[in-house]
């Protein structure tokens, strides 16, 4: 009797052990997070899914990139390729920051951002709610070109990896081997007004000033008239970016702006640094003496653009006046050597250009079929469409292989400039994107001949170790977002009114004692620990 109810208690076991087996999927070998083959989702090849998905996505509009992305080819061959269908919605970068925390807030947010240039706080913030899924098995599982990245260049992946182990963001990588687009915003100087005044490239600060000087007081354009614009750019900072190696700072690189490495091996907070007082002083004779631009501090990028389209200013930073203003005649500048012999190009970024580049969201109920239509931009083919759009619309090959822009792009018959030609095919002007940059099909500014010559320039003065952004931890995060919201405006304020004089500099000790009273040793203090983390 008690066997018969043992084989009778067997039998049932069995037989509800072989129902939930059935219900699994019956013993299949496929790995976690694979979807079963009904589901139609392709983990090779195209289309990525059989039957069509639709995604939400948010975008940031930077002013040189198409108002529509729902309009360009791009995106509507890439959903005859992949079999999903993407609704943009655009959101100018200006506003994109605050339009992102709004709708992550109040939990109306898309299936993705793209270009949403997202902080490593956000990252790890939205990321550990879950709000942004975590992708590191997604990677492995579904983005071969991306995780073949990650595993060439272990720098990459040490940024993006957040301090829980977590990767959530595809990232914009430029190539290491690529030192232009390293070095996105470029000196530039008017070659013709330098032949014109019979005066050399500057190699030092002090011939710079001469330089623009000359260039304010000689009328180098000839129309007797005191129109020119010695100096300008999209605002001071990225003119401090450029001048901090002439003063030995910036010694890893612009991706941190406030905290580099001092020569004992130190980090050191840059903006109470004596040189930095020096640096300022500088930059402050240049504004007083009206060499830079009066409007420095308030001019928008459009109007930026728009004056250099004139052909009026000496010298600027910027990507390319060819590209952005129709403008040629422009050489790039190496890095000036300053007044101590310090000689470095500081304005140089990470080949882990953005972090936050790409995230999908918990809304989204296809995150495999998006992965894959995420990484097929980083492989070879996605990457020559991304960026060059498609042969016979936008490029075309040479007899040597090589790919160029048709004339449309670079000549375009209706005076659009280079990137207004260019967008109604792809949608990379503006930056921020995820994708690997590389100069085989990156034909943008950076890979323009006078911005590979200017490179070539500068090379040898470059940092030998650029930092990514570091990644704080959540405790870590929340103290730094408190005190950088204080630090970092304060410092980039007394910039302002330093350069401008509204500041004196007798008023420099006080500025420094403000700063300590704002907790800069507490700032620092976790700076040092993100650095020891990076490192380790």
Same mark, same amino acid.
């Given at each position: 009797m008690k066997s018969k109810k043992t084989t009778a208690a067997l039998l049932s076991l069995f037989v509800l052990l072989s129902m939930l087996s059935a219900c699994s999927g019956g013993g299949s070998n496929e790995a976690v997070g694979d979807k079963p083959k009904e589901s139609g989702i392709n983990k090779t090849g195209m289309p990525i899914v059989a039957e069509k998905i639709n995604l939400k996505m948010v975008a940031g509009k930077a002013p040189t990139t198409a108002s529509n992305w729902n309009e360009v080819m791009l995106w509507q061959e890439y959903e005859k390729l992949t079999n999903i269908h993407v609704t943009w919605e655009m959101v100018p970068n200006d506003n994109l920051t605050e339009k992102r925390n709004i709708m992550l807030a109040g939990g109306d947010y898309p299936d993705a951002f793209f270009t949403a240039a997202i902080p490593s706080t956000d990252l790890l913030k939205y990321g550990s709610q879950g709000v942004f899924i975590k992708l590191n098995d997604l990677i492995d599982q579904y983005a071969p070109n991306l995780k073949k990245?990650? @595993?060439?260049?272990?720098?990459?992946?040490?940024? *993006?990896?957040?301090? @829980?182990?977590?990767?959530?963001? !595809?990232?914009?990588?430029? @190539?290491?081997? =690529?030192?232009?687009? *390293?070095?996105?915003?470029?000196?530039?100087?008017?070659?013709?007004w330098l032949d014109k005044l019979g005066l050399k490239e500057p190699e030092t600060t002090e011939d710079f000033y001469n330089m623009l000087k000359a260039f304010k007081e000689k009328d180098p354009n000839g129309n007797n008239q005191a129109d020119e614009i010695p100096f300008e750019s999209v605002g001071l900072p990225v003119i401090m970016n450029y001048f901090k190696g002439a003063w030995g700072l910036g010694t890893r690189g612009a991706g941190h702006a406030n905290v580099d490495m001092d020569n004992a091996g130190k980090l050191r907070f840059i903006p109470t640094d004596p040189n930095y007082k020096q640096m300022l002083e500088y930059l402050n004779k240049l504004y007083s003496e009206k060499l830079i631009a009066e409007d420095i501090f308030t001019i928008q990028a459009n109007q930026f653009y728009a004056t250099g389209a004139k052909g009026l200013y000496g010298a600027t930073i910027t990507t390319s006046p060819y590209t952005l203003m129709n403008q040629t005649g422009y050489i790039g500048a190496s890095a000036l050597k300053g007044p101590h012999g310090d000689q470095l190009y500081s304005a140089v970024g990470s080949p882990l250009a953005g972090l936050g580049a790409f995230v999908i969201t918990d809304k989204n109920k296809s995150p495999e079929a998006t992965v894959r239509w995420m990484d097929y931009l980083y492989g070879d083919e996605g990457s020559k469409m991304? =960026?060059?759009? =498609?042969?016979?619309?936008?490029?075309?090959? &040479?007899?040597? +292989?090589?790919?160029?822009?048709?004339?449309?792009? &670079?000549?375009?018959?209706? +005076?659009?400039? =280079?990137?207004?030609?260019?967008?109604?095919?792809?949608?990379?002007? +503006?930056?921020?994107?995820?994708?690997?940059?590389?100069?085989? !099909?990156?034909?943008?500014?950076?890979?323009?001949?006078?911005?590979?010559?200017?490179?070539?320039? !500068?090379?040898?003065?470059?940092?030998?170790?650029?930092?990514?952004?570091?990644?704080? &931890?959540?405790?870590?995060? &929340?103290k730094m977002s408190a005190l950088t919201a204080d630090i970092n405006t304060y410092v980039t304020e007394m910039a302002a009114k330093f350069v401008s004089g509204k500041a004196p500099f007798s008023e420099w000790d006080n500025y420094v004692a403000t700063l300590k009273k704002m907790r800069l040793d507490d700032y620092m203090q976790i700076y040092q620990a993100a650095y020891d983390r990076y490192k380790n």
């Amino acid at each position: 009797m008690k066997s018969k109810k043992t084989t009778a208690a067997l039998l049932s076991l069995f037989v509800l052990l072989s129902m939930l087996s059935a219900c699994s999927g019956g013993g299949s070998n496929e790995a976690v997070g694979d979807k079963p083959k009904e589901s139609g989702i392709n983990k090779t090849g195209m289309p990525i899914v059989a039957e069509k998905i639709n995604l939400k996505m948010v975008a940031g509009k930077a002013p040189t990139t198409a108002s529509n992305w729902n309009e360009v080819m791009l995106w509507q061959e890439y959903e005859k390729l992949t079999n999903i269908h993407v609704t943009w919605e655009m959101v100018p970068n200006d506003n994109l920051t605050e339009k992102r925390n709004i709708m992550l807030a109040g939990g109306d947010y898309p299936d993705a951002f793209f270009t949403a240039a997202i902080p490593s706080t956000d990252l790890l913030k939205y990321g550990s709610q879950g709000v942004f899924i975590k992708l590191n098995d997604l990677i492995d599982q579904y983005a071969p070109n991306l995780k073949k990245l990650l @595993d060439q260049y272990p720098e990459v992946r040490k940024g *993006l990896t957040m301090p @829980d182990g977590n990767i959530y963001s !595809f990232p914009t990588i430029y @190539d290491p081997q =690529f030192t232009s687009v *390293l070095a996105g915003g470029k000196m530039w100087i008017k070659k013709e007004w330098l032949d014109k005044l019979g005066l050399k490239e500057p190699e030092t600060t002090e011939d710079f000033y001469n330089m623009l000087k000359a260039f304010k007081e000689k009328d180098p354009n000839g129309n007797n008239q005191a129109d020119e614009i010695p100096f300008e750019s999209v605002g001071l900072p990225v003119i401090m970016n450029y001048f901090k190696g002439a003063w030995g700072l910036g010694t890893r690189g612009a991706g941190h702006a406030n905290v580099d490495m001092d020569n004992a091996g130190k980090l050191r907070f840059i903006p109470t640094d004596p040189n930095y007082k020096q640096m300022l002083e500088y930059l402050n004779k240049l504004y007083s003496e009206k060499l830079i631009a009066e409007d420095i501090f308030t001019i928008q990028a459009n109007q930026f653009y728009a004056t250099g389209a004139k052909g009026l200013y000496g010298a600027t930073i910027t990507t390319s006046p060819y590209t952005l203003m129709n403008q040629t005649g422009y050489i790039g500048a190496s890095a000036l050597k300053g007044p101590h012999g310090d000689q470095l190009y500081s304005a140089v970024g990470s080949p882990l250009a953005g972090l936050g580049a790409f995230v999908i969201t918990d809304k989204n109920k296809s995150p495999e079929a998006t992965v894959r239509w995420m990484d097929y931009l980083y492989g070879d083919e996605g990457s020559k469409m991304f =960026f060059m759009g =498609f042969e016979g619309k936008s490029y075309e090959k &040479t007899a040597s +292989g090589e790919l160029q822009y048709t004339k449309e792009i &670079t000549a375009n018959p209706n +005076g659009l400039t =280079f990137e207004q030609a260019l967008v109604k095919y792809v949608v990379w002007p +503006g930056g921020g994107y995820p994708n690997m940059v590389q100069q085989k !099909f990156f034909k943008g500014a950076e890979s323009q001949p006078e911005s590979i010559q200017a490179a070539e320039k !500068f090379k040898q003065y470059m940092p030998k170790e650029v930092w990514p952004t570091f990644s704080y &931890t959540a405790e870590e995060s &929340t103290k730094m977002s408190a005190l950088t919201a204080d630090i970092n405006t304060y410092v980039t304020e007394m910039a302002a009114k330093f350069v401008s004089g509204k500041a004196p500099f007798s008023e420099w000790d006080n500025y420094v004692a403000t700063l300590k009273k704002m907790r800069l040793d507490d700032y620092m203090q976790i700076y040092q620990a993100a650095y020891d983390r990076y490192k380790n």
